[in-house]
């Protein structure tokens, strides 16, 4: 399990560094429809299936950043504390669009585009609930949900830091042992490996990876990123 939490602790830069990605893309398509509407450059189909597909991508990330917080740092995050503004609706259209095969946005008006509601998805018994997603634009609406979820798992890495374990020379060990048995690693790879055994395991010494530095980096990028979309 260690090694597990130490593998998700060093993935978390980059599931933020995909969170942007989605939302830069959300951002860029977005703005491609509002030109195009401009110069009543219709049909708008392909646009407005591309950011479906963005969109959805986009809340999985938000998933997959809230599963990894809690496996490396071994701590119960709840959709209520990641986002106390849009935690429910994140739940649950996540949920329709990965588990019930919902396109969630369905509507524009003037320039931007909407999810409007009721939404509907099957729950775990089987049972059908309704739920109204929030009245913002698409755009907005996923420029305040990353804020309101960065800001969350930032304060989160400060606080638990200290629980996501590291990496340390044993583990570098095990790792290059690994390599010399693995089968995508070409045999004269292996042999340069073994050549220099001692001095790469020498390397290892006081070697320290910094995963929520990094990821409070790749979190600050992200926010810059929006705060600059929005001025």
């Not at 959709?79 to 739940?91: A, Q, V």
């Not at 095969?101 to 320039?111: P, Q």
């Amino acid at each position: 399990m260690r090694d597990f939490r130490i593998a998700v602790g060093n993935s978390l830069k980059g599931k933020v560094g995909e969170h942007g990605f989605f939302l830069r893309k959300i951002a860029e398509i977005t703005k491609v429809i509002e030109q195009k509407n401009a110069k009543q450059d219709y049909p708008l189909n392909t646009e407005l299936e591309r950011l479906n597909y963005f969109f959805s991508a986009y809340l999985n990330t938000i998933q997959s950043m809230k599963d990894a917080c809690q496996t490396a740092m071994g701590v119960d995050f709840s959709w209520s504390i990641l986002s106390p503004t849009y935690g429910d609706f994140i739940f649950y259209c996540r949920n329709a669009a990965t588990h019930d095969g919902y396109h969630l946005i369905n509507a524009g008006k003037g320039m931007n585009n909407y999810i409007v509601g009721p939404l509907r998805r099957i729950d775990s018994r089987g049972k059908v609930i309704e739920f109204d997603p929030p009245k913002e634009d698409v755009l907005t609406l996923c420029w305040n949900i990353s804020t309101e979820a960065l800001v969350s798992i930032g304060s989160l890495l400060k606080r638990k830091r200290g629980e996501i374990p590291v990496a340390e020379e044993a583990d570098f060990r095990k790792a290059t042992e690994a390599s010399l048995l693995s089968d995508f690693i070409p045999d004269e790879v292996k042999k340069m490996i073994l050549a220099n055994k001692e001095s790469i395991e020498a390397s290892f010494k006081g070697v320290k990876i910094d995963v929520v530095s990094q990821t409070l980096n790749a979190i600050a990028s992200v926010e810059q990123f929006i705060a600059d979309a929005r001025t």
